[in-house]
């Protein structure tokens, strides 16, 4: 692990500030992901300790999972306290597959899992990524794309209850385009995060990279 992270950093080394990993797993096949996993990847001891190998290197991690996972990432976090984790994709709710027409009870096991991983104070979090399919809004559908109110409306639970839970310091705005692109245009969206922050102050928005 050690010579390969000392490989990238020689190779790049104004450039590399962190390792990417996407832990993303669900029980069902009907829920894809690009870049599958096995179950439980993060409570595995040699998972573990090849992270901690980050902290040497001063090297962020970055994780993708979805929103039964979260309480794991948080194990995950509390297990390596050195190291600055960033969730990536606001914990990834997912909208389909057994999921599909379950938004309240999804919503409120995500919060759970928000709250909990904002007790690690080696996690931040980014506020995007609602526009991948498998989040379940169906804005690649519509006759016609969400204009910067809708997104607003219905993306404003999630990112401002994060902002609540880990503090505008914790927490940084994402396009996560060309992913999401399918669903919105980018200008819609960057004017849905200025309306849903307009009540911030100044020094909050800066806090958020907004």
């Not at 990432?73 to 990536?88: D, F, G, T, Y």
């Not at 909990?116 to 804005?139: D, H, I, Q, S, Y």
């Not at 404003?156 to 999401?180: H, K, T, W």
Request: neutral net charge; proline residues 8%; glycine residues 8%.
């Amino acid at each position: 692990m050690a010579r390969v992270l000392e490989a990238h950093l020689a190779a790049s080394p104004d450039r590399l500030r962190g390792i990417r990993h996407a832990c993303a797993w669900d029980v069902s096949p009907s829920v894809e992901t690009a870049n599958p996993c096995p179950p439980s990847l993060m409570a595995e001891p040699q998972f573990r300790a090849g992270l901690r190998c980050l902290r040497a290197y001063k090297l962020s991690f970055e994780l993708w999972v979805y929103h039964p996972q979260l309480s794991e990432a948080a194990a995950l976090a509390r297990a390596v306290p050195e190291v600055l984790m960033i969730v990536n994709h606001v914990g990834g709710p997912l909208g389909v597959g057994p999921y599909t027409g379950k938004r309240d009870e999804v919503y409120q096991h995500w919060k759970h899992g928000i709250e909990e991983l904002a007790t690690c104070p080696n996690v931040v979090v980014k506020l995007g990524g609602l526009g991948m399919r498998r989040c379940g809004f169906e804005w690649h559908a519509q006759p016609l794309p969400p204009t910067s109110n809708e997104l607003a409306r219905v993306m404003a639970p999630y990112y401002l209850f994060c902002i609540e839970r880990f503090g505008p310091d914790r927490c940084m705005f994402e396009s996560n385009f060309p992913v999401d692109k399918a669903s919105y245009a980018y200008g819609t969206l960057w004017n849905a995060f200025k309306r849903m922050t307009e009540h911030f102050s100044h020094g909050e928005r800066e806090a958020a990279v907004l």
